[in-house]
């Protein structure tokens, strides 16, 4: 096998890596790149090149990290990942499990680790590397990497997201929502709502978004029946899709352009979460990226014109 092909087969662990440890798509896939380019530049053959690549991806993440750090306590706003329909790297017997630790809820607890501490997390707990491969990727004794290890299990264990288990029951609660959503059925969406459901949008100061979170069944499910059939007026519509795992989907305007990406959080039957990535520079994965503004100013005209 080449070096190319060696690279190939291992890219979709490798992206899903550095996407875990980075929250950015657009950072994960340079890493990856890069992590290409010391391979490929290695006068060494190594003695396993998933070992190698593995090390490579972690160190630039968390390189990457410990400056992305700095500009997120700039960050105007709530601040989500960016948001990933399919995840490449494919192990059937973990999908559930990978599935939830590509979650919005974990990848927003993963914030509360340190870099090293994410990065020794997500390899041992989440790609079931060994304590000898973790301590060769992150550049720290095995006996560190435990303690790294411990510190970090505390931190997700306080605050671990819970999923409703079955993934169908997951799907059918969404196809409701998004039925209701379509209609503007305030009952129909407070129904589907947790009591203490909350709503929040990133939009990093570039796009229309909620001055702050909107809390409460009653107060959510009314705003969302009073906004999106005035967007669908405005051949505003929305695809169901996987967003980081769970049930969501992304919004597109007329033109096909994408406007935002919606992704919920639900447990025991009821949506718990529901997160909004409206920031353009974190939609542009998905395809062209709409004028948010535009459409905002479209819906004003269109509801003076109906006033």
């Given at each position: 096998m080449s070096k190319v092909e060696e690279f190939e087969e291992l890219r979709p662990l490798l992206f899903s890596i550095a996407y875990r440890i980075l929250g950015s798509v657009s950072e994960a896939e340079d890493a990856v790149q890069e992590s290409w380019l010391r391979f490929d530049g290695s006068a060494t053959v190594p003695t396993s090149t998933k070992a190698f690549l593995s090390a490579a991806v972690t160190r630039i993440s968390i390189d990457v990290l410990r400056s992305a750090r700095v500009r997120r306590e700039a960050y105007v706003g709530p601040w989500f990942p960016e948001p990933l329909l399919s995840d490449p790297y494919q192990d059937p017997a973990r999908a559930a499990e990978l599935a939830d630790s590509v979650s919005m809820a974990a990848l927003l607890l993963l914030e509360r680790l340190s870099p090293l501490e994410r990065a020794v997390f997500l390899l041992r707990e989440v790609f079931g590397f060994g304590y000898d491969e973790v301590a060769a990727a992150v550049g720290r004794?095995?006996?560190?990497?435990?303690?790294?290890?411990?510190?970090?299990?505390?931190?997700?264990?306080?605050?671990?997201?819970?999923?409703?288990?079955?993934?169908?029951?997951?799907?059918?609660?969404?196809?409701?929502?998004?039925?209701?959503?379509?209609?503007?059925?305030?009952?129909?969406?407070?129904?589907?709502?947790?009591?203490?459901?909350?709503?929040?949008?990133?939009?990093?100061?570039?796009?229309?978004?909620?001055?702050?979170?909107v809390v409460g069944a009653e107060n959510v499910a009314r705003l969302l029946a009073a906004v999106f059939p005035w967007l669908a007026r405005i051949d505003v519509t929305f695809e169901p899709h996987l967003v980081n795992g769970q049930p969501g989907a992304v919004f597109r305007d007329r033109e096909g352009k994408v406007l935002q990406a919606l992704a919920l959080d639900a447990l025991d039957g009821q949506v718990l979460a529901i997160r909004?990535?409206?920031?353009?520079?974190?939609?542009?994965?998905?395809?062209?990226?709409?004028?948010?503004?535009?459409?905002?100013?479209?819906?004003r005209r269109a509801r003076r014109a109906a006033e």
């Amino acid at each position: 096998m080449s070096k190319v092909e060696e690279f190939e087969e291992l890219r979709p662990l490798l992206f899903s890596i550095a996407y875990r440890i980075l929250g950015s798509v657009s950072e994960a896939e340079d890493a990856v790149q890069e992590s290409w380019l010391r391979f490929d530049g290695s006068a060494t053959v190594p003695t396993s090149t998933k070992a190698f690549l593995s090390a490579a991806v972690t160190r630039i993440s968390i390189d990457v990290l410990r400056s992305a750090r700095v500009r997120r306590e700039a960050y105007v706003g709530p601040w989500f990942p960016e948001p990933l329909l399919s995840d490449p790297y494919q192990d059937p017997a973990r999908a559930a499990e990978l599935a939830d630790s590509v979650s919005m809820a974990a990848l927003l607890l993963l914030e509360r680790l340190s870099p090293l501490e994410r990065a020794v997390f997500l390899l041992r707990e989440v790609f079931g590397f060994g304590y000898d491969e973790v301590a060769a990727a992150v550049g720290r004794s095995e006996a560190a990497c435990r303690q790294l290890l411990v510190r970090a299990r505390r931190h997700m264990e306080a605050g671990r997201p819970r999923f409703d288990a079955d993934r169908r029951e997951r799907q059918e609660l969404a196809a409701r929502f998004f039925d209701a959503l379509r209609e503007g059925d305030v009952v129909g969406l407070r129904d589907l709502l947790a009591a203490d459901v909350s709503m929040v949008g990133d939009g990093g100061g570039k796009t229309p978004q909620l001055a702050r979170a909107v809390v409460g069944a009653e107060n959510v499910a009314r705003l969302l029946a009073a906004v999106f059939p005035w967007l669908a007026r405005i051949d505003v519509t929305f695809e169901p899709h996987l967003v980081n795992g769970q049930p969501g989907a992304v919004f597109r305007d007329r033109e096909g352009k994408v406007l935002q990406a919606l992704a919920l959080d639900a447990l025991d039957g009821q949506v718990l979460a529901i997160r909004l990535v409206l920031n353009p520079d974190k939609l542009g994965h998905l395809g062209p990226v709409a004028d948010a503004w535009a459409v905002h100013h479209e819906v004003r005209r269109a509801r003076r014109a109906a006033e």
